[in-house]
């Protein structure tokens, strides 16, 4: 059907719909698995994308204003750990022949961060304080939710809306209209009293009542899953200096159990699959107890990764303060690569700053210092590079390395956390279960969420007729004691 079609489309996009099944998954499953209404979205994003010519956007192509007036950016985590897509109202000013090139930012926006992090849904962030009726734009709006029902599928988690003005209650009435029943649950109005309950204050501005200091500012560009300071370690002075007493021996018996594995490593050509074999036979007591549940790979030009995206910690009560990551490379030269992390004072990374042998695999252990949990909004970053065969490997080398080589050269890819709140296993696969819910328990939701409004709608229908009775009641009874009064007034006159 597309292929009959395709000069309608960008053939990179009817390239990666026959090879990238996730993509096609996520449209089935936004549209509930109808395959018309499926087929119906991707004709119309599809036709979409080439007339925005999306895959071409980038920031060369777009005036640098755009960017410089912080309407638009990426900011932050929810509470469930996924990005936030902030529109910051006050900035935008209704503007028709200003209206495309903002159409495409948003697109820009979208696919950036699209391609960056695997399509991982977004959370949008209508930030209307201190707006007023010049900053209306129901156009740009409704281009916005079109975005995430009509062209990007299964890639909204919820919209985020901080004190709308009363003003604005008719138009977004309207923009109800636009979402139907599917979209409408995911519109959260909040204010300043309970917005964290979505949103952390680690991740709001002051006058939202949060604590994060983040000013934009462009250049560079404002995309910053890593703008907290970043570390190769915790805060500890050394990589191997222990923290307490209590951790001295078995510090020194993991450095131990480590630099063991990795020289084996060193000697055999491992796959991530003889790696994982190995996991669940091997008695150490440094390697993490749910390391066997690794078994995805994210396969990079210099490094395959193992666990492809999340790394699982247990919560405070179940315990479990390690995950491993398994390094493999996959090219003919030493491979050196750093990890870092956005909470350098809750993790400790054994090795952060070291290399890989051609064709052998590597463990690194991310362990949480006592005290600390980790959290959804806690990431980590591996940046790998091939070194030349003459080059050493060892520290002074490694550091120089990274002085010198050029970025284009670095491959960067980047891990989530997950916090497995169970040991049952059906937690484990709660995450990446939670957009594959059967259409039957959609549409139950929506019957029930229906229901709910209009059991309101009426609830005020009844409260407009009690204030309106109450009202005329009111009005009678100013009347009736008018008219006695008059009816007084002229009793006392005739008698005088």
């Known amino acids: 059907h597309l292929l009959d079609k395709s000069d309608k489309y960008d053939s990179r996009d009817v390239e990666r719909l026959q090879q990238d099944d996730k993509w096609v998954e996520n449209y ?12 119906k979205m991707i004709d119309e994003s599809f036709q979409w994308r080439k007339e925005y010519t999306v895959n071409d956007l980038s920031e060369s192509v777009l005036p640098k204003w755009l960017f410089e ?17 902030w529109f910051r109202v006050k900035h935008h000013i209704r503007d028709p022949k200003q209206q495309l090139e903002k159409k495409k930012l948003v697109a820009f926006w979208l696919e950036h961060y699209a391609k960056r992090d695997h399509g991982k849904p977004l ?52 923009v109800k209209g636009w979402l139907g029943p599917d979209a409408i649950s995911m519109l959260k109005f909040t204010n ?14 002051p006058h939202m009542g949060g604590t994060d200091s983040f000013k934009y500012s462009y250049p560079p560009l404002v995309d910053d899953d890593f703008q907290t300071p970043l570390c190769e370690n915790g805060p500890i002075t050394s990589e191997d200096e222990p923290e307490s007493k209590e951790e001295i021996d078995a510090d020194t018996k993991e450095t131990g159990e480590l630099n063991e594995e990795q020289n084996l490593n060193q000697k055999k050509m491992n796959s991530i ?23 995805t790979t994210f396969k990079g030009p210099l490094l395959h990764i193992s666990p492809a995206e999340e790394l699982y910690f247990g919560s405070k009560e179940t315990g479990e303060k390690k995950c491993l990551i398994v390094l493999t490379n996959v090219t003919k030269n030493i491979v050196a690569f750093k990890v870092r992390t956005t909470a350098p004072e809750k993790y400790r990374v054994k090795p952060s700053n070291s290399s890989c042998e051609p064709g052998t695999s590597l463990d690194i252990i991310v362990s949480l210092h006592g005290g600390f949990a980790a ?42 956390c997950h916090v ?18 059967p259409a039957k328990t ?41 008219v006695v009064a008059f009816c007084f007034c002229l009793v006392y006159t005739h008698r005088s």
């Open 28 to 39: 089935l499953i936004w549209r509930h698995d109808v395959v018309d209404d499926t087929l």
């Open 69 to 85: 007036n912080g309407s638009l950016f990426l900011h932050g985590y929810d509470k469930e750990g996924y990005k936030l897509f």
């Open 123 to 174: 959370t949008v962030v209508f930030d209307m304080a201190e707006t007023g009726i010049s900053h209306i734009d129901l156009d740009f709006v409704r281009f916005i939710v079109n975005c995430f029902t009509d062209y990007y599928p299964n890639f909204l988690t919820k919209i985020v809306i901080f004190e709308m003005p009363w003003i604005m209650n008719a138009a977004f009435k309207i």
């Open 192 to 205: 300043k009293s309970d917005i964290q309950e979505y949103i952390t204050g680690e991740y709001l501005p």
């Open 273 to 295: 699959e003889q790696i994982s074999k190995s996991e669940e036979t091997d008695k150490t007591e440094f390697k993490p107890k749910n390391a066997k549940k690794a078994l």
């Open 375 to 416: 959290s959804l909004q806690d990431r980590f970053l591996i940046m790998a590079a091939e070194m030349d065969q003459s080059s050493g490997a060892g520290i002074p080398e490694l550091t120089q390395f990274w002085k010198e080589v050029p970025r284009t050269k670095v491959m960067e890819h980047r891990l989530r």
């Open 420 to 437: 497995v709140e169970s040991s049952k296993p059906s937690s484990l696969t709660l995450k990446e279960n939670a957009f594959n819910i």
């Open 442 to 482: 959609n549409e139950d939701l929506h019957i029930q969420l229906t229901r709910l409004l209009q059991i309101n709608k009426r609830l005020q229908e009844q409260i407009d007729r009690c204030l309106w009775f109450q009202q005329l009641s009111l009005i009678l009874s100013l009347l009736s004691v008018t």
